[in-house]
């Protein structure tokens, strides 16, 4: 799919569902944020593979005031709006026909303890629950699995009804970035199925949350 086409696309993301609740939040987020809550808002499948923190759709409110409020200097103001903003976001999950969401968990993030333990555990606890949600696969990899293509990267590819191509949205510590070229996508996605082959299945999975949350308490 060429370029104007492309952005043909991302215009009818924004406007998926007559939804633009994410333009009230434009004041508190980086330009060009819409894109993405277009794309997550619109998108038929979300498959992702996260190498540090649960992602943004699995957040409580607690585990994502966290992280929003370790920003050096942030107005409190705006950390709030922003944590209002991600816990909004998640509401697609909710939603009568919600999209297909594949989450690859590196075993790194039910680790790394986010807002102390009492938050942690809140987190993993909703991380269990939305595992057994059937629009949810939930896949942790493991520490001692394969290495994979993905190791260390996080992204995510969106798919829309309709559309043969996806889109992959990357994050980077200075800035994010999307690839819609088809040679690009292909890449992340021949990553996400090499990452599958090796995470352990959604059963498994769900006992290596269960038994990190016994660990935090």
């Not at 043909?8 to 939804?19: C, I, N, S, Y």
């Not at 969401?101 to 987190?123: K, S, Y």
């Amino acid at each position: 799919m060429g370029g104007a086409a492309r952005d043909a696309l991302f215009d009818l993301v924004r406007q998926a569902r007559a939804r633009g609740w994410w333009e009230a939040y434009a004041d508190v987020v980086p330009p060009g944020s819409a894109r993405f809550y277009g794309l997550e808002d619109g998108a038929e499948l979300i498959a992702q593979h996260v190498a540090s923190l649960v992602p943004g759709l699995l957040q409580t409110e607690g585990y994502a005031r966290a992280l929003v409020g370790s920003v050096p200097g942030l107005d409190p103001v705006v950390v709030e709006r922003r944590v209002e903003l991600r816990l909004r976001r998640s509401r697609l999950l909710d939603r009568p026909d919600p999209p297909r969401l594949d989450v690859l968990l590196d075993e790194a993030v039910l680790r790394r303890v986010i807002g102390g333990r009492e938050v942690f555990a809140g987190q993993l606890r909703h991380l269990l629950d939305v595992a057994h949600r059937p629009s949810v696969t939930l896949r942790v990899i493991e520490f001692d699995a394969p290495v994979h293509p993905a190791v260390g990267v996080t992204f995510s590819v969106f798919r829309f009804a309709g559309d043969p191509a996806g889109v992959v949205f990357r994050e980077q510590l200075d800035a994010n970035g999307f690839l819609d070229e088809p040679n690009a996508v292909a890449v992340y996605e021949e990553s996400l199925v090499a990452a599958a082959a090796v995470a352990a299945d959604r059963d498994r999975s769900r006992r290596l949350v269960a038994a990190r949350l016994a660990e935090v308490g």
